[in-house]
């Protein structure tokens, strides 16, 4: 067996329809396929050659609050990646004025930024350092604060991120 990647992500949420708003207007995202009444939706990254990276589907409004990482097992966030720092630096402008910002960490191997969508699923966006200045971060876990002004000034605001 030969994995060379994760595809796609699918949801259950409590309304497809206010996600494709948010995930289009937020993200970019575009919508391949819908379900008329509003029972799901896949979508696509706007520079991504999949099919899909995203499907919702609806259970309704009466649906609670996801406990994972609290009270049960789950999935924590989903990552999505931008290939220069000043799509992160955008990014990060989109989801303040979207006041859905969470939090912002610098894991050295890679820079995130961390918001939560309307159900509060939370998801990274991501640059992928690239790997000639991993150093001694491949092999270790860091969480330090992102000091994305610096890393600009670092890395230039062009440098695509990756290998």
């Not at 966006?125 to 992102?146: H, N, Q, R, Y």
């Amino acid at each position: 067996m030969s994995i060379i990647g994760m595809n796609h992500a699918v949801l259950y949420v409590r309304d497809a329809r206010v996600h494709k708003d948010f995930y289009s207007r937020v993200l970019g995202f575009t919508t391949n396929i819908e379900d008329s009444n509003g029972q799901f939706v896949f979508m696509r990254a706007p520079n991504s050659s999949n099919h899909h990276d995203v499907a919702f589907f609806s259970v309704g409004g009466h649906a609670s609050p996801s406990t994972a990482g609290r009270q049960s097992v789950g999935l924590y966030h989903i990552a999505w990646e931008v290939e220069t720092l000043a799509e992160l630096e955008e990014t990060k402008k989109t989801l303040e004025r979207e006041g859905c910002l969470v939090g912002a960490s610098d894991h050295g191997v890679n820079k995130s930024l961390y918001a939560v969508d309307p159900d509060g699923i939370e998801f990274e966006v991501m640059w992928l350092t690239p790997e000639k200045f991993w150093g001694d971060s491949e092999t270790s876990a860091v969480i330090e604060p992102l000091d994305l002004e610096g890393e600009i000034e670092k890395f230039g605001r062009d440098l695509k991120g990756g290998s």
